[in-house]
């Protein structure tokens, strides 16, 4: 931090001087996402403001609960977090207030944030399909829906339907082709599986590299950052699959955020509003896309060499808002099928 800054602080901190408090107290962030996926994002924005910033990382569920138990008591300003089904759920519960930025406006594609200001997406994922190579020909694959079909019965590998990924790519189904057909496609897929769904994205990615299926459902940045892993059990697991973009003839493939909203109860908000604000950046932007294998939201900023490598895709450009609201019915939908 530059001297003259915290000199600043300390002048604020001593004398309680007009203007100046809440960058003393600086801006408390419950995040999602893990420490070291944020935190030099955060740093960069305390070394260039002044304005510091207090983490709190844990499980994205477990943090609207605390936000929610903690009402007005909360001590947190900003609230980061994964999918927009969650940050929908985030507004439902009266835990966001919303924001007018014309900065967050102009960086953020209309479909990636709340129309209301509520919740702002800050770095964009795909779920596209991972194929084995040498046993699956990518001129056998198409669309979500093709993965219903009865040649790919026990070859399909993807997580439970607790999972707020898949919640939202079947709520994504339902607002393209409606409750009765995404259903019959759910009913069909599930016949598919090919073994009870469990654990993450990159144990989805690993069981299709072992063997245990032919093709896997699970998000970019996972993919990205095995190539990427120093463990090298991971860059061989992920260099046995490729990415397949479906439905690129039709709506395009599915589309996640991760995101940001100011918590109602929030006692610095102009401080929280800029730390959006910088978080779509050019330079926070980038290093999403280098350091998270994340895609930019922010048009006009590459990005990583890996991401490039997989080449440019049609994307889904339903308003992500859609997937919140269509989440309680894609989650009976899910049991209705039997998806465990």
């Not at 001593?14 to 203007?19: A, R, Y």
């Not at 829906?145 to 019965?153: N, P, Q, S, T, V």
């Not at 990205?224 to 090298?232: A, F």
């Amino acid at each position: 931090m530059k001297p003259i800054l915290k000199l600043a602080i300390a002048l604020c901190t001593m004398f309680s001087l007009v203007g100046c408090d809440s960058s003393s107290e600086g801006v408390s962030v419950y995040s999602a996402r893990e420490e070291q996926l944020i935190k030099p994002l955060l740093d960069d924005f305390t070394e260039q403001t002044g304005i510091e910033v207090n983490l709190v990382t844990g499980d994205a569920d477990e943090l609207l609960q605390r936000l929610a138990s903690e009402g007005r008591n909360t001590p947190a300003d900003v609230l980061i977090t994964t999918d927009a089904g969650r940050l929908h759920r985030a507004q439902m519960l009266g835990l966001l207030q919303p924001v007018e930025s014309a900065i967050l406006n102009a960086a953020i594609p209309v479909n990636y944030r709340d129309t209301d200001g509520y919740w702002f997406g800050l770095s964009m994922r795909a779920r596209p399909m991972m194929y084995v190579k040498g046993r699956v020909d990518p001129a056998q694959l198409s669309t979500y829906e093709a993965l219903a079909d009865k040649r790919w019965r026990k070859e399909i590998c993807i997580r439970t339907s607790s999972n707020i990924y898949n919640q939202s790519l079947v709520a994504s189904m339902i607002a393209s082709l409606g409750k009765k057909r995404t259903e019959r496609w759910a009913r069909r897929l599930v016949n598919n599986f090919a073994r009870k769904p469990t654990d993450g994205d990159r144990d989805q990615i690993e069981a299709a590299a072992a063997g245990v299926c032919d093709i896997a459902i699970a998000n970019t940045y996972y993919y990205g950052q095995m190539l990427n892993d120093p463990d090298r059990s991971q860059q061989e697991a992920a260099s046995k699959v490729a990415i397949f973009w479906p439905n690129q003839e039709g709506r395009g493939t599915h589309v996640n955020i991760s995101g940001a909203g100011v918590t109602k109860a929030a006692r610095h908000r102009q401080d929280a509003v800029k730390l959006l604000e910088f978080l779509v950046s050019d330079e926070a932007q980038r290093w999403y896309a280098q350091a998270n294998q994340e895609y930019p939201v922010k048009a006009g900023v590459a990005a990583s060499e890996t991401l490039g490598s997989w080449g440019g895709f049609k994307a889904d450009n339903l308003n992500l808002s859609r997937l919140g609201e269509l989440n309680a019915k894609a989650v009976k939908l899910m049991d209705r099928v039997g998806w465990p």
